[in-house]
Antibody, heavy 124, light 106 residues
Framework: QVQLQESGPGLVKPSETLSLTCTVS????????WSWIRQPPGKGLEWIGYIYYSGNTNYNPSLKSRVTISVDTSKNQFSLKLSSVTAADTAVYYC??????????????????WGKGTTVTVSS | DIQMTQSPSSLSASVGDRVTITCRASQSIRSYLNWYQQKPGKAPKLLIYAASSLQSGVPSRFSGSGSETDFTLTISSLQPEDFATYYCQQSYSTWTFGQGTKVAFK
């Protein structure tokens, strides 16, 4: 059974770079998409971006200038870097597996396995 | 960007009620629509993918329908463990979530 675990600093100073890692256990990181999603306190979910195991990425346009997602297949990990953070980046950050199903000549994508989330606070 | 709008934002219901949540896309997303359930302090859980396909292990009282711009999540008989917040999410282009619908106890 695939499990995901986020790790990284819980406190980041304004203007610095937030760095998180998601470790995939119980399965290979190959052949899937790997996403980051965040949720500010008391608010809804915001998709940050995903990376395909081969390295192709897709980012939320509103965050694209500050986001980098990378993958390390040898470690079965993928990572998030968010630069120039402000208090608005305070949130619970989730990593998730992007699964897909082929039907009716289309690939359908969804996030079917999630980490438990890690809280990141931006404060001096 | 494709905007996803859920309605209502919140609702109150009783155990055994039939509950319907609507999600509207700002443009056609074919059937690239997923539904998630989130309980307080927990990660979201996938319920429905591709608009109407039930994720493995999800009770059959959950169902999804719709295509193009209008989608519905239905809980046929609300159970105590179903009180939660529900999100739709499109995967047609850069992914986006709806704002969420909180299902509370009446």
């Amino acid at each position: 059974q695939v499990q995901l675990q986020e790790s990284g600093p819980g406190l980041v100073k304004p203007s610095e770079t937030l760095s998180l890692t998601c470790t995939v256990s119980g399965g290979s990181i190959s052949s899937y998409f790997w996403s980051w999603i965040r949720q500010p306190p008391g608010k809804g979910l915001e998709w940050i971006g995903y990376i395909y195991y081969s390295g192709n990425t897709n980012y939320n346009p509103s965050l694209k200038s500050r986001v980098t997602i990378s993958v390390d297949t040898s470690k079965n990990q993928f990572s998030l870097k968010l630069s120039s953070v402000t208090a608005a980046d305070t949130a619970v950050y989730y990593c998730a597996r992007g699964g897909f199903t082929y039907a009716y000549n289309y690939y359908f994508y969804y996030m079917d396995v999630w980490g438990k989330g890690t809280t990141v606070t931006v404060s001096s | 960007d494709i905007q996803m709008t859920q309605s209502p934002s919140s609702l109150s219901a009783s155990v055994g009620d039939r509950v319907t949540i609507t999600c509207r896309a700002s443009q056609s997303i074919r059937s690239y629509l997923n539904w998630y359930q989130q309980k307080p302090g927990k990660a979201p859980k996938l319920l429905i993918y591709a608009a109407s396909s039930l994720q493995s292990g999800v009770p059959s009282r959950f169902s999804g329908s719709g295509s193009e711009t209008d989608f519905t999540l239905t809980i046929s008989s609300l159970q105590p463990e179903d009180f939660a917040t529900y999100y739709c999410q499109q995967s047609y282009s850069t992914w986006t979530f709806g704002q969420g619908t909180k299902v509370a106890f009446k």
